[in-house]
């Protein structure tokens, strides 16, 4: 990625203008304490908007709204479990506050891993994927629905994987997860689209910790590399620019897509 520092994210994130800003718009993104989720706050957040940031991390959810004040970026960091649907209305809350009483943006980000073949998977195990993912998806979404406005600036981005798409080996408990929300996804943008709010989705590839698993084992980097091909690994700050055009006034006639975003692995 020759092009971008990831270490300067004035140049991840050059502010975007037209029909892809944000200005004036508010976001509540889950899971965004690091990886994809922060690098999708403050892409938010230089194309304009005000981000409510939120993890079940308090700290790292702070750290990534210092990070956006600190560059004249509007944002406040939320404690946000969203396995709680009482949690989940207070962000929502929260996050309308922010924007004078409207939430424009959510973005259902927040996920878990507990790898393990189907023989091995106990029901706790299988029943935490996919309260975070699924339950989670619901929580905040559903939460979101007294904020968002009718004016055709209310989107809702749920956050998928190649593993709903195609299954995978070893998280039965993530693949069923992920496939659950693509037909989340597909129904929410059915009946929201009377209120003129937009549901798409996101299936990224990413280097972050959820796939720090696969990319520290040698034998598992090696064959999802050759399942890609463009043969690597992208940064979050890579990914989060989808996130804003889906957000923006340019992707105001998609609705009920799933917008892979992994280097070709789904074709």
Not at 96 to 106: D, E, K, Q, Y
Not at 163 to 189: D, E, H, P, R, V
Not at 244 to 254: E, K, N, R, W
Request: include cysteine; proline fraction near 4%.
């Amino acid at each position: 990625m020759s092009a971008v520092d990831k270490n300067d994210l004035s140049t991840a994130y050059p502010v975007a203008t037209g029909v892809f800003g944000l200005s004036g718009r508010t976001a509540l993104v889950t899971g965004a304490g690091g990886g994809v989720g922060a690098a999708v706050a403050e892409a938010y957040a230089a194309a304009g908007a005000a981000v409510l940031v939120t993890d079940i991390d308090k700290d790292a959810a702070a750290t990534v709204s210092q990070r956006i004040t600190a560059r004249g970026g509007v944002a406040e960091p939320f404690a946000l479990d969203v396995c709680d649907g009482d949690s989940a209305r207070d962000a929502a809350a929260a996050a309308a506050r922010l924007g004078n009483g409207t939430l424009n943006i959510v973005v259902n980000n927040a996920g878990v891993i507990a790898p393990a073949m189907f023989p091995k998977m106990d029901e706790a195990r299988f029943r935490k994927v996919l309260d975070t993912h699924l339950m989670g998806s619901y929580h905040c979404s559903h939460a979101a629905l007294d904020h968002l406005p009718d004016d055709g600036t209310g989107r809702i981005i749920n956050v998928t994987s190649a593993a709903g798409l195609t299954g995978t080996i070893g998280q039965a408990n993530y693949g069923a997860a992920k496939a659950a929300i693509i037909g989340l996804t597909k129904s929410l943008a059915r009946e929201l689209a009377k209120q003129s709010v937009t549901v798409n989705a996101v299936a990224p590839l990413a280097a972050t910790a959820m796939t720090e698993n696969i990319r520290s084992n040698e034998k598992l980097a090696a064959k999802t590399l050759a399942r890609i091909p463009l043969a690597r690994w992208a940064f979050p700050e890579e990914i989060a620019p989808t996130f804003v055009f889906l957000a923006s006034d340019a992707a105001g006639y998609i609705t009920g897509q799933i917008l892979p975003v992994d280097g070709g692995t789904v074709i």
